[in-house]
């Protein structure tokens, strides 16, 4: 029986395999051929010569030889290690919409230089305090709160100083000092502020200089590459003037910016002209032409004041007494306040109890009012004007109010058609009635400057987004090589083996005892969620090292940790500290 | 025998209370002197304009109101508190003395505007968060790891997402959601992003413009106050020229410098002249007059090539072969190397057993070989150039170098005089022992340059310190008030009472079983270690409020909680951002 049910398991197992092998060889598949298409496009000299061509080559090859290594030993039942995985972000990197994430990188790797001079310096001071702490405890025969000797081997007083940097074993790691006398902690105090609070403020001081350093330069070099291409495009439209001049007519100027944006109005094009030929010459001298570039690029806003259709439609009712004053009550600022109240005492309806009828009726009350706003506001604003491009609080506010509209309809359907409630409706219907709460910070001038700095370093954010995806997945794939089904998460609670995550050797471990059993490497999602546990910081070791006894000495071997020092060295010290100088220098500029 | 026994303890109480009135009532009378003593040098008028002096006489006279009140309530046997001590900081920052604490003070409350802005919207935002959160988990029948339900308090949600927002319940608050569905981990994970990151950089970013803001107009008011100073002092120094312009004599000008700096030389004096008169014509104008106030801050470092001191007292030895080799090899850099491979192999040997004989022997070897290096140095260099002001390293080395001879005399001393080892004594031997590793950063150009800032804005550190200490006094003193005494310690761990920190209520709680029964507000110096671990802020929600029961509710009342949210925002999202904004702007200046 045992045997038949584990064959079944290895068949399905390799089935399983086979599939996500199958998939593998498409992607591949994709980018070989998007590959060779941009091998025809581009001339061979070039191809050959840019890195990002040679790197993805490189990838694609040792993924296809790693497949084939793996499904030969596979088929002989040897195991095997798919490495080429911790390779796949190459691929993202270097393909040509990367293009932000590989200037992200740059600015990590350039970086990295100034920062290695202050981590040295940091790991002395780490190692100088450690080697004080081992003289001055190690004697008195202090014991942990686990009853096992305080600081007597200095690796682990080094590790355990290491954590005290990210603050995650404060204040434990002090107490049987501190318990024995108040004196050593004297030490401690010195210790977190000479290495959490003072290198860790020299880390984000020297990353933030190297990033405003080398993102000058490369607008620099950015600015005059492109200068640099406007030049060699004058030099073939140019035409010879009677003045000796070369020029460019007013004709090849337009066919031109008819070509590089095909988008933009006559009239738009006939202000860029004017601008470019500012004595009305009918043509434009090299300096002039240079800075086309720059003035495709600036936003002309179209403010039309054009009057509303119903004044065209139903002039005579549109124009009248009723009507008129109905516009003025909508864009007096009463009518502001009366709708924030309103939000303020839905926000009390909506933290009340929902079993309550009058309570889950009151929501039918709220987005009718919310509806009847938004009509009553495209009543009187040109409903141009109001969902337009730069109108990002009216865009959010009517999608929201009709989203919530549709799903509360949705709902209520569902439950009179058999008293039947979907919980992931209702969740949406929650989520959007919470959401349209936010709309009161818009009313503040200071809240909305503060609100509109956030969303225009939105789409940077995203980049970092990318960057700390790339490499999560570098680490979760390394994690899931290193780590996978050592620690067992059970869905069935009543499982006796959930509760030491399925590992004999956690059990009795404050590990399991603390319901950590979910933070693993089994999967790819798990893995991600360990890894942000990781980069929060807090209890990072105890989620790695729970003592009674010490959980990953218990599931591998010690020397595992250095995974995850590296990640902490990585990711917190290096690219959150990036992030933070990004957010900060946002700040510095746009508020 | 108890009644007896209590009317002791009684009495020692009293005795105690008395003395530390006693002293109370010194610093008043200290600090009423040298306030009577300053109004009478100062003009009447101006003393009373001075809010600083008006201030000084109101904490005086609140506090002896208080002593009076204090004293006759004991008297009386009635419960009384002793509200003026949160006063007392107040004189510190009021006194001359305290010129940086007040601008420390003043860019704290400059900045509190900007700060409550971005406060505001962080507030909202959490709140928000927890009521989405109270929508998405409360009706789930969810359990925290100690079997209570889970997220179904609104103001319980707040303040747990508000600690998240400190990382310090990271990843316990999302377990219960994550086990139950993955899903619920993105909930944490946009938290964590908004308002742990982008928030609190925006809170460092908001600081840190403000600090840069008023540090520039408060320098720019000093120059204009300066330069208006200067103006009158010329106005009462100057004599009609010829020329019909006023000028100041260099002989009233010697004067007047001789009384602002008696301690300059007479060659620093014609120094100084020579700038200012630089047509030398015996008198200066208006213009070089003013800018006197800033030569004198320049300071002059006078390198003197002068020969060494044995030159003269034994020529011929000094100027042989043999001493002409030594200092040639003192001055190589190979002689530099050696001395660092000594320091590392000392650093083994110190990390190595102590009681094996060779090791401890090996000590003596050591401190000869640095003594040697000093002597052999004072022999090649000028001993005055060697320790002038500026040569912090050749300080630090002597003095470390000679106080660990000391200490290892006096030790070994005590130890064959009786075979008695002083704990303390041989503390500052080992403390003293690291210490001289230090040295070795020295060497290398770039770690220099780092060390030299973080030297440099040592000084500044310290202003901060003073803030920091005045702010955790005040905190300390309500907290002694409200939290005295419902948590003890007690050195003896055999008293059974040590087991649930000598409160009842904390039997079985995890803060006993911690060992945090030293976190309390016993005593002034407990008080100040506790805060510093809230400052650090990794486990303060466990330190107050450890479930099973929640050890703050517990011992107080829950609104106690106010008193910490107050601290943390305080202390962590102000001052703690002010010292950051500080450290970042001194490496953007120096290095
Ligand atoms: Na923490």
Redesign the pocket.
């Known amino acids: 029986m045992v045997v038949l049910a584990s064959g079944c398991r290895d068949a399905f197992l390799q089935q399983k395999r086979e599939a996500t092998m199958l998939v593998e060889l498409l992607c591949l598949l994709v980018f070989s051929v998007r590959l060779a298409h941009y091998a025809k496009v581009i001339p061979r000299d070039k191809f050959w010569k840019d890195p990002k061509n040679i790197c993805i080559i490189v990838v694609l090859l040792l993924t296809l030889t790693d497949m084939i290594i793996y499904g030969g030993l596979k088929a002989a039942n040897c195991y095997s290690v798919r490495w080429s995985r911790v390779l796949r972000p190459l691929l993202l990197i270097n393909v040509t919409e990367g293009r932000q994430l590989r200037r992200a990188f740059r600015s990590i790797r350039n970086a990295l230089p100034e920062i290695s001079y202050v981590f040295v310096l940091f790991i002395f001071s780490v190692l100088i305090f450690s080697l004080m702490a081992l003289k001055l405890l190690s004697k008195r025969d202090l014991k942990t709160i686990e009853g096992t000797p305080y600081f007597t081997n200095y690796l682990e007083i080094v590790f355990e100083l290491y954590v005290l940097v990210t603050?995650?074993n404060s204040p434990d790691v002090m107490m049987p000092a501190y318990n024995k006398s108040s004196v050593f902690a004297i030490f401690f105090i010195l210790y977190i502020l000479i290495n959490t609070y003072i290198f860790m403020s020299v880390f984000l001081a020297v990353v933030f200089n190297n990033y405003k350093k080398y993102l000058k330069e490369e607008i620099q070099q950015l600015v005059r590459a492109k200068r640099h291409k406007m030049v060699r495009a004058f030099g073939v439209l140019q035409e010879q003037k009677e003045g000796g001049q070369p020029v460019v007519s007013h004709e090849n100027w337009n066919k031109l910016v008819r070509q590089v944006r095909p988008d933009i109005s006559n009239a738009h094009k006939e202000l860029l002209w004017r601008v470019c030929d500012d004595d009305n010459q009918g043509f434009i001298g090299k300096v002039a032409f240079v800075q086309l570039a720059d003035l495709l690029n600036i936003e002309v806003i179209t403010l039309k004041s054009r009057p509303h259709p119903l004044e065209s439609i139903i002039p005579n009712l549109y124009q009248s007494g009723p009507s008129r004053l109905l516009c003025r009550v909508v864009q007096h600022w009463g009518f502001v306040i009366a709708f924030d109240l309103i939000i303020l005492v839905n926000a009390v309806f909506i933290g009340l109890d929902e079993e309550n009828p009058l309570i889950s009726n009151s929501e039918w009350f709220f987005l009718a009012i919310y509806v009847l706003e938004i009509l009553l506001k495209l009543y009187v604003f040109e409903p141009r004007a109001f969902f337009s491009k730069h109108s990002f609080w009216n865009w959010f506010d009517t999608i929201v109010v009709f989203a919530a509209l549709i799903a509360t309809i949705i709902n209520s359907a569902l439950k009179s058609s058999g008293g039947y409630t979907s919980r992931q409706v209702l969740d949406i219907v929650f989520i959007l009635r919470v959401l349209r709460l936010i709309r009161v910070v818009d009313r503040i001038e200071r809240f909305r400057a503060i609100i509109n700095t956030l969303i225009r370093i939105g789409p940077a954010i995203l980049t970092f987004g990318q960057l700390i995806l790339v490499v999560y997945y570098i680490f979760a794939m390394v994690g899931m090589e290193l780590f996978k089904n050592k620690v067992k998460f059970y869905e069935d609670l009543s499982n006796p083996e959930s509760t030491y995550c399925g590992n004999p050797l956690l059990k009795g471990s404050t590990f399991a005892q603390l319901g950590y059993c979910k933070n693993n490497f089994n999967n790819v999602v798990s893995s991600f969620i360990l890894l942000l546990e990781l980069t929060v910081?807090?209890q990072w070791h105890d989620i790695l090292l729970h003592k009674h006894p010490p959980m990953l000495t218990a599931v591998t071997h010690k020397s595992a940790l250095i995974f995850f020092v590296l990640f902490h060295v990585l990711v917190v010290i290096i690219i959150i500290n990036i992030f933070v100088a990004f957010v900060l220098e946002a700040f510095f500029v746009e508020y």
């Open positions: 603050t995650a910081v807090n």
